[in-house]
């Protein structure tokens, strides 16, 4: 997600190349809203940013501001009619991209839809755009600050009017916001990364509660909620973000060495070569190797280019054992004690799929080690865990996971361990995919599932 008002540049392009730079926060679809001459002009498809967005198309999106967004679904599917960034023209016209997961957004929708509201899409997202859409406050920042307390769950919101951008937080913090400086004025986006790509200057990130708006008159900003305790999430640290960008002051690439670092410390095994599981377990591998002074080696090859694919194996490949992803090499693990390092195990598949080619390999004995708690509980904020029953760890101690992967062991780094590399504590983070403890009260009786509005309600023509 990334919002600019720079009159003097070309915000479409620069829109494009921060998106660019965000395509690991969400693959399934892109789009770009831009205003010129006070109307706003939206391009948004299924796609990779890349596959979206021409040299002409960026052309089309000329104006003195713009919003974009990457997609990656956690309440709705992933047709076009849930892409973003949402436009709407109810009482005011604007266009919304939103980072997060409501937890109230079946009752929500109920409400608009009963006071005559439509919608076009199943998304969360699109009830946030209603919502401040339709409202009579004259500001669209007026509107945000009553809207605001009415929200429940994750959302890092960036909202375009013809007037300008205006970017939100929840007050716990849930998901990253940031704000930027590029030239003499500001932008905001969902990690430092993006800011990076286009030469703008990181200045702060966007406080919980806090709405900020650029427009003709600078910067102007107000904390609308105040008093919730932060919950940032620590899933962002250990996987989400990009290894490049800064969180809580913390450059990624360095804690989660530092994972790895502790988690040798932690567990420790007699082992001859340490592998990552690319490229998740990159940095955790080389801490594991630099703590340990096993050597590390590149023992699994990762095809880059594979997305996801509907297209069914059939018997003959899958039989020889389809390896889409990842591919051994003996030269590397034949004979030899691996230890081999991943951010994170959700439903096991992927993990028993690479125990297995290891061993035909010919690895002598495969040791998992994991920077990261084991995940037993579902994320009601903005990332698509599946459910308690589909993870590998729920109902299982480490050594029937172990049992389950067939690996001759298996440790995870404590949440301690976790906590120590990001210089922070539990009293400011979300980590309830590990403990079940949600931030937000309600939540394991509010949360809807990713295709509520799909499954409860009807749409209704906007």
């Known amino acids: ?70 997609r990656y679904s956690t309440t709705g599917s992933s047709a076009w009619e849930n892409a973003q960034p949402v436009h709407r023209s109810d009482r005011r ?33 699109e009830i946030i755009a209603a919502l401040l859409s339709t409202h009579e406050a004259d500001r669209v920042e007026d509107a945000i600050a009553d809207v605001m307390p009415r929200l429940k769950g994750a959302f890092s919101t960036v909202v375009m009017t013809r007037d300008g951008v205006v970017a939100f937080r929840d007050p716990a913090g849930l998901r990253p916001l940031c704000l930027g400086m590029v030239g003499d004025r500001y932008c905001v986006a969902s990690e430092s990364c993006a800011l990076d790509i286009i030469g703008a200057e990181l200045l702060r990130e966007i406080q919980p509660g806090e709405m900020v708006s650029l427009g ?17 999430c620590v899933f962002e640290h250990i996987y989400f973000a990009r290894p490049d960008s800064r969180l809580e002051g913390n450059r990624t690439q360095v804690s989660r060495r530092k994972m790895g670092e502790i988690l040798f410390r932690e567990a420790p095994v007699q082992a001859d070569v340490v592998i990552p599981v690319p490229d998740s377990g990159n940095p955790g591998a080389a801490g594991y190797s630099k ?13 880059r280019y594979v997305a996801r694919t509907f297209i069914q194996p059939g018997q003959e490949l899958r039989r020889h054992g389809l390896r889409m992803k990842f591919n051994p090499l003996p030269e590397v ?15 096991g598949n992927t993990t028993r799929q690479i125990v297995k080619m290891l061993r035909d390999a010919g690895a002598a004995e495969v040791h998992m080690r994991i920077t990261a708690p084991p995940i037993r509980h579902p994320c009601h904020y903005g990332v698509d865990m599946s459910t308690r ?13 172990a049992q389950e992967l067939d690996c001759d062991s298996l440790a995870y780094l404590s949440l301690d361990g ?11 983070h979300c980590d309830a995919c590990f403990t079940g403890d949600y931030p937000l009260e309600g939540t394991a009786d509010a949360a809807n599932g990713k295709f509520a509005l799909e499954d409860e309600l009807p749409l209704v023509g906007a």
């Open 333 to 347: 693990v034949s004979g030899k004690r691996l230890v081999v390092v991943d951010d994170s195990i959700v439903r």
């Open 93 to 125: 016209e604007l266009a919304l991209a939103h980072n997060g997961n409501l937890i109230n957004a079946v009752e929500l929708h109920a409400q608009l839809r009963e006071r005559g509201v439509g919608f076009r899409s199943t998304s969360d997202s």
């Open 291 to 303: 703590a340990s002074g096993i050597p590390q080696d590149d023992g699994l090859i990762k095809n």
């Open 418 to 428: 976790v906590y120590e590399a990001i210089r922070s504590t539990r009293a400011t």
């Open 216 to 232: 003709e008159r600078g910067i102007e900003t107000r904390q609308v909620v105040t008093g919730h305790r932060q919950a940032f």
């Open 1 to 70: 997600m990334f919002g600019v008002y720079a009159p003097e540049h070309d915000v479409a392009r620069l829109a494009y190349f921060a998106l660019y730079a965000l395509q690991h926060r969400g693959q399934e679809s892109a789009g770009i809203a831009s205003v010129q001459a006070g109307h706003i002009m939206t391009q948004r498809e299924l796609g990779l940013v890349s596959q979206v967005f021409s040299e002409q198309s960026l052309r089309a999106l000329q104006g003195e501001m713009a919003i974009g967004h990457v």
């Open 389 to 401: 029953e589909e993870m590998v760890a729920h109902g299982r101690t480490v050594e029937e996971i």
